[in-house]
Antibody
Framework: QVQLQQSGTELVKPASSVKISCKASGYTFTSNYMHWIRQQPGNGLEWIGWIYPGNGNTKYNQKFDGKATLTADKSSSTAYMQLSSLTSEDSAVYFC???????WGQGVMVTVSS | DIVMTQTPSSQAVSAGEKVTMSCKSSQSLLYSENKKNYLAWYQQKPGQSPKLLISWASTRESGVPDRFIGSGSGTDFTLTISSVQAEDLAVYYCEQYYDTPYTFGAGTKLELK
């Protein structure tokens, strides 16, 4: 069955960067868009962008331009999202997902604190 | 960006009740070429990832109970739960995937009366 296994909780300092991962299994990684979604504490869902691992093409929500960078490693079927110049506003749970198929990772909580 | 507006923001319900919640988009989600509405409904319980219930406005995902019914077209959509069960207490989100950036409504929280 399809699984999206995300990396663990992150506690990071302001102004730093963090890279979280999403390991996919159970489907053809290179033929499906991988989306990333943010959920701030007590808030709704925001779409960050997608990557197409087959060719590395990306599409970002303009709001996250310069904040998020999406990459993918075909050899390990793993998608990555790097978040840079972190502030307290970036504290949130970040999900990877195959939106069209309804498959979501378990989410990674990122806390930005000194 | 397409703005998704969900109402009500919360609703207190009793088991067995029929529940309806609304989702309105700031522009039509109906693609004329294929006559499909690019609208999905999700259920999210505390500490869990969202679960896809309905896609294309009215197509129930495999394994989703038939008490969940999606309807609507264009800019106005409804999720109906025909007879609410205790396990349905959650937050429900609509999402448009007609155009990027994909956007979600703020959610409707179902609570116990």
């Amino acid at each position: 069955q399809v699984q999206l296994q995300q990396s663990g909780t992150e506690l990071v300092k302001p102004a730093s960067s963090v890279k979280i991962s999403c390991k996919a299994s159970g489907y053809t990684f290179t033929s499906n868009y991988m989306h990333w979604i943010r959920q701030q504490p007590g808030n709704g869902l925001e779409w960050i962008g997608w990557i197409y691992p087959g060719n590395g093409n990306t599409k970002y929500n303009q709001k996250f331009d310069g904040k998020a960078t999406l990459t993918a490693d075909k050899s390990s079927s793993t998608a990555y999202m790097q978040l840079s110049s972190l502030t307290s506003e970036d504290s949130a749970v970040y999900f990877c997902a195959r939106l069209g198929s309804g498959d979501w990772g378990q989410g990674v909580m990122v806390t930005v604190s000194s | 960006d397409i703005v998704m507006t969900q109402t009500p923001s919360s609703q207190a319900v009793s088991a067995g009740e029929k529940v309806t919640m609304s989702c309105k988009s700031s522009q039509s989600l109906l693609y004329s070429e294929n006559k499909k509405n690019y609208l999905a409904w999700y259920q999210q319980k505390p500490g869990q990832s969202p679960k896809l219930l309905i896609s294309w406005a009215s197509t129930r995902e495999s394994g989703v109970p038939d008490r969940f019914i999606g309807s609507g077209s264009g800019t106005d959509f409804t999720l109906t739960i025909s007879s609410v069960q205790a396990e349905d207490l959650a937050v429900y989100y609509c999402e448009q995937y007609y155009d990027t950036p994909y956007t979600f409504g703020a959610g409707t929280k179902l609570e116990l009366k």
